[in-house]
């Protein structure tokens, strides 16, 4: 069983960054995927990256692909996700989400979920 919990969101304008977090707890952290994910109200909610339990791959959404990087710090039971040159169309409900093995970029098989954390970005 893991817990997570977002954290990081927040207003910026277009161009800034941020760095989201999500904290897991449970001693197996190292032993999941993790993904990214965010939702906009009446839209389903869509991949943005994911990374293997060893941090050793990671996979981005084309749409992000160069300006977002996601990591991990199995030490501290976190994974992260640096936001670089932020768009309005980024702003969403970013979500993390674990799976105990098979990283993938599919939202239903996913076993676990954070509450989320709101990010906007004004223009």
């Known amino acids: 069983q893991v817990q997570l919990v977002e954290s990081g969101g927040g207003l910026v304008q277009a161009g800034g960054s941020l760095r989201l977090s999500c904290a897991a707890s449970g001693r197996t952290f190292s032993s999941y995927d993790m993904g990214w994910f965010r939702q906009v109200p009446r839209k389903e909610r869509e991949y943005v990256a994911a990374?293997?339990?060893?941090?050793?791959?990671?996979y981005y959404a084309d749409s992000v692909k160069g300006r977002f990087t996601i990591s991990r710090d199995n030490a501290k039971n976190t994974v992260y996700l640096q936001m670089n040159s932020l768009k309005p169309e980024d702003t969403a409900v970013y979500y993390c989400a674990a799976r105990p093995r098979g990283v993938t970029v599919t939202r239903t098989l996913y076993n676990y979920w954070g509450q989320g954390t709101q990010v906007t970005v004004s223009s």
């Open positions: 990374i293997t339990s060893s941090g050793g791959s990671t």
